[in-house]
């Protein structure tokens, strides 16, 4: 005849977090945390060297910040920029959408999205400026361009890893449904290969960004208009570092805001809440 232990010698099986345990789990305060370290290593290396014409502080740059968003010239440079990424962002997702379908409808459209990626994905977008600009002149089309190969490659590539990741038993419950050709894709594909295909969107979006930056750098201005890479080569050209300092600050902090409140949000009402990201 087995003992019976009482309950209260097993012990303490599960503990309650304490306050600084619930708080560190907190995603955004940790990374709250790392941007106030790297703004305060930043003030103190730029208040030690002392020379302006080399490192701003950040405090420094705030203040020209806010000046070249309120006087207005600034802020219509990064209006410019964000509406030709917009542009190319918005046409490179579609023709990789349309790419990865057709690869994923026939063994002829995968070995031709196969092929373009690999010998197109390995080349720099802004490689092709000089040959955007014979094309196509010198106008915006000449930077959508070269935005729209930065996207193109990198998101067909992972949307077309995460297609043909998709589980076996998926595509057979989606066949026994009498899913085929788009619907099929719509209905089982996509939605099992989401995380890639956030993953894809984010390196795009970087690659996009990045990409129209050095553009407007080597390009400067399109259609009378100038954006933020043209707004930080002309600060430079002309020492005015807060200039220069206050446009590399937007660039950044346009890239801190659509990574926490645009790709985040759509993963936390998406993969993570179906259970497939932690």
Do not use: C
Request: aromatic share 10%; net charge positive; charged share 10%.
């Amino acid at each position: 005849m087995s003992d019976v232990v009482a309950s209260a010698d097993f012990g303490v099986v599960q503990r309650p977090l304490t306050f600084w345990q619930r708080l560190m789990a907190q995603s955004w305060l940790r990374k709250t945390v790392i941007l106030l370290v790297i703004v305060v290593a930043w003030e103190s290396y730029a208040r030690h060297l002392n020379n302006p014409l080399l490192v701003l502080t950040f405090s420094a740059t705030l203040v020209s910040f806010k000046d070249g968003m309120v006087s207005g010239d600034l802020l219509q440079k990064v209006i410019n920029s964000v509406v030709l990424l917009l542009k190319g962002y918005g046409l490179g997702l579609a023709l990789a959408m349309i790419f990865t379908a057709v690869a994923m409808l026939s063994r002829i459209g995968n070995d031709l999205l196969e092929t373009l990626t690999s010998a197109f994905n390995p080349l720099p977008a802004i490689a092709l400026l000089p040959l955007a600009l014979i094309w196509f002149g010198l106008g915006d089309i000449s930077i959508i361009f070269v935005v729209v190969h930065s996207v193109l490659w990198a998101v067909a590539l992972n949307t077309h890893s995460g297609f043909r990741s998709v589980s076996n038993t998926l595509r057979m419950v989606g066949r026994n449904y009498g899913l085929t050709g788009p619907r099929f894709i719509a209905k089982i594909l996509i939605p099992a290969a989401f995380p890639s295909i956030v993953t894809g969107l984010k390196i795009g979006w970087a690659f996009a960004w990045r990409t129209l930056i050095a553009a407007e750098l080597v390009f400067g201005v399109s259609s009378g208009k100038g954006g933020l890479g043209w707004y930080i080569y002309e600060s430079k050209s002309m020492l005015d570092i807060p200039a220069v300092f206050a446009g590399l600050f937007a660039v950044i902090l346009i890239g801190l805001i659509v990574e926490s409140l645009i790709f985040r949000n759509i993963e936390a009402i998406t993969v993570r809440r179906w259970g497939m990201q932690n």
